[in-house]
């Protein structure tokens, strides 16, 4: 609803220098397949199933590089929560790929990780405003909510940028 996003952002001008937007954006359409397909072993037979979990962890460990640069020694203890998207084994790969990033990038650095459904965390809803004003400029052309938030941006990184390879047609 219009009104709410409206009131969101007026929010969100007023709030300085508490909050940094960090952005992985992946252009799907530019994404090899490989990225999508998972594979395992279910007894003597060999599964293949389409979950994206290989595209998804690499844009997490992307963001946390972008999060973390150059905070290595400033941090004494790291909480990461994640929105409700990542359920079952999409889950349990996330969280492996974010253990095994904190623990080798912050040793001895403790760390939380929890998921929480977006509606119940306001850093959820926060980061959820704020992908979708950075999606609805580069989709719509949409400026107004990006401007709104622009100087809080740190980072805004094309993860296929320079790839020049579309594996499908991606129509607006």
């Known amino acids: 609803m219009q009104k709410v996003r409206d009131q969101v952002f007026e929010i969100l001008s007023k709030i300085d220098n508490t909050f940094e ?54 941090v004494g203890n790291v909480v990461v929560v994640l929105g409700s998207l990542f359920v079952g084994d999409r889950r349990k790969s996330m969280l492996q790929t974010l253990k095994s990033f904190l623990k080798s990038n912050f040793l001895g650095t403790p760390f939380e990780i929890y998921s929480h459904q977006s509606c119940a ?5 926060l980061a959820d405003y704020c992908c979708w004003a950075i999606s609805i400029k580069r989709e719509r052309g949409e400026e107004r909510p990006y401007k709104i938030i622009k100087p809080r941006i740190e980072s805004e990184f094309e993860i296929f940028r320079l790839g020049t390879t579309e594996y499908y047609k991606y129509e607006k």
Do not use: P
């Open 21 to 74: 937007i960090h952005s992985v954006i992946a252009q799907k359409n530019k994404t090899h397949s490989s990225l999508y397909k998972e594979h395992y072993k279910k007894g003597d037979k060999m599964i293949t199933r389409v979950t994206g979990i290989g595209l998804y962890q690499i844009v997490c460990q992307t963001l946390l590089q972008y999060i973390f640069k150059g905070k290595n020694e400033k």
């Open 121 to 125: 965390d306001l850093n959820c809803q």
